[in-house]
């Protein structure tokens, strides 16, 4: 197993264009929640970061050993990619400079120890903003007021933000709260007597691999077309998704890993700076919207937001 561990850490590194020196030596420790396509992708990504500043990183794959623990303790920042990571390092609660990536925010909210000093904790989150979700609907369905939402308790301040940012917009939000998977369908029956935009949350305990397909049905029985947030949705049978790749989120905290490594303190928690839109045009022709190409709601969504 050892050995094993060995080999995944130096073919990961070799990909990213150069092999890591051991824990002790590494300026910055990378903890993967997993060996994955999409942790490894944003691994290279930031890295990659790293590296053009001079800093050489390491890996390392939950679960965490003794002598793991040890070199966290010495190293003047830690990354995690993924909650399962997140946690991990967190219980170990390191007095060093930790960020949190490729998780949600309700996760980020629930790690022990996040609150003792906001300076050295800080996380580049997976989910998009409100606002931005809201943007997206109102550009690509401007017909449509009526937007769904069905959160759990992992997404109830989400939730509240997407309603308070639909408001604004002058959309009418209905929101309906699911203790879990048997309360969805229910929920969903209701909100979608008249049919309504579903804006799926990342909330795992209602939006996951066994629930996708008979939310997507619902939805479709009742001729109401769904936003997911990853590209999966889309694959599915979504009309659109709204989502930041791996290599994107791992950009941006390699970018905020240089200014904490620089500065010695990390900025404020941020959602993904840079994202994409998926598009299903069968669905949309299905339905009988009318609906742009990814490419032009991406960019009419850049610059809502004030981009080039």
């Not at 942790?39 to 990659?48: M, T």
């Not at 609150?115 to 017909?143: K, N």
């Amino acid at each position: 197993m050892l050995l094993l561990r060995f080999v995944l850490v130096t073919v990961l590194f070799a990909i990213a264009g150069g092999l890591a020196l051991p824990a002790r030596a590494a300026g910055v420790i990378l903890v993967l929640s997993e060996e994955s396509s999409a942790f490894s992708e944003a691994a290279e990504a930031l890295s990659a970061e790293l590296r053009s500043a001079g800093h050489r990183p390491q890996a390392l794959t939950v679960p965490l050993r003794a002598d793991d623990a040890a070199a966290l303790s010495s190293t003047p920042l830690i990354v995690t990619l993924g909650t399962r990571a997140a946690q991990a390092v967190a219980s170990l609660a390191p007095r060093t400079l930790v960020l949190h990536t490729l998780l949600p925010r309700s996760a980020f909210e629930k790690l022990p120890g996040k609150g003792d000093d906001s300076r050295r904790t800080s996380a580049v989150f997976i989910d998009q903003p409100a606002a931005r979700q809201i943007e997206l609907l109102r550009i690509a369905l401007p017909d449509w007021s009526r937007v769904a939402l069905v959160v759990g308790r992992e997404s109830s301040e989400l939730g509240a933000r997407l309603q308070a940012s639909a408001r604004d917009k002058r959309l009418r939000p209905l929101l309906e709260t699911a203790s879990g998977e048997s309360d969805l369908y229910p929920a969903l029956q209701r909100m979608l007597v008249e049919p309504a935009v579903l804006l799926a949350v990342p909330d795992a305990g209602l939006f996951n691999n066994r629930t996708i397909s008979n939310i997507l049905l619902t939805a479709y029985h009742h001729r109401s077309p769904v936003i997911g947030f990853s590209p999966a949705y889309v694959k599915a049978g979504a009309l659109l998704a709204l989502y930041s790749t791996p290599a994107q989120i791992g950009q941006q905290a390699g970018e905020v890993a240089r200014q904490g490594l620089a500065s010695g303190s990390l900025p404020p928690p941020s959602a993904p700076r840079h994202f994409r839109i998926g598009t299903n045009p069968y669905v949309a022709r299905s339905l009988g919207i009318g609906l742009e190409d990814a490419s032009v709601l991406q960019e009419r969504l850049e610059r809502a937001e004030g981009g080039p």
